[in-house]
């Protein structure tokens, strides 16, 4: 598999998961590419598709762009049949960008249903991505 690929995928799947820059160690980036890949495979991503994630093209994304969000978010486990896993979503991600920062994504996103499974993980992934918490001053 092309790297340039794995890694415009790899910054991707790291914004679908959170709009806040975040580091992640080496385990868990070796896990992402692992996940890319069987991914890329199972939804057999088109040459097009793979020139649009790599230009970070989403807007009017294509089926496989958006089962391969749904794929990608199953075998992380925090998404199960369309649904949310949200103790899953609250460890892993809670542990990246802190529990109440997970927190309120959760809330404003794990209601979220599309037309299908892969139509609901793309969905989640632009809530998630218009997801930009503002610390209120008092």
């Known amino acids: ?10 910054a991707f799947l790291v914004a679908m998961a959170v709009a806040t820059p975040v580091e992640l160690n080496d385990e ?4 992402i590419k692992q996940h890319v890949a069987q991914c890329t495979e199972e939804v ?8 649009k994630v790599k230009a970070k093209d989403f807007t009017n994304p294509s089926e496989n762009i958006k089962c ?7 075998k992380t486990g925090t998404l199960k049949d369309g649904v949310v896993q949200e103790e899953v979503v609250l460890k892993k991600l809670g542990a990246i960008i802190g529990e109440e920062k997970t ?7 794990s209601g979220i249903k599309g037309e299908n499974k892969c139509d609901t993980a793309n969905k989640l992934y632009e ?3 218009s997801f930009n ?5 008092a």
Do not use: H, S
């Open 68 to 74: 391969f969000a749904n794929c990608f978010y199953e």
């Open 44 to 51: 057999k991503l088109t040459e097009e598709e793979i020139a």
């Open 103 to 109: 927190r309120q994504a959760l809330t404003k996103c």
């Open 28 to 31: 868990q980036k070796q896990l």
């Open 133 to 137: 918490p503002v610390e209120i001053k």
């Open 127 to 129: 809530c998630f991505e």
């Open 1 to 10: 598999m092309n790297p340039i690929f794995v890694i415009a995928l790899t």
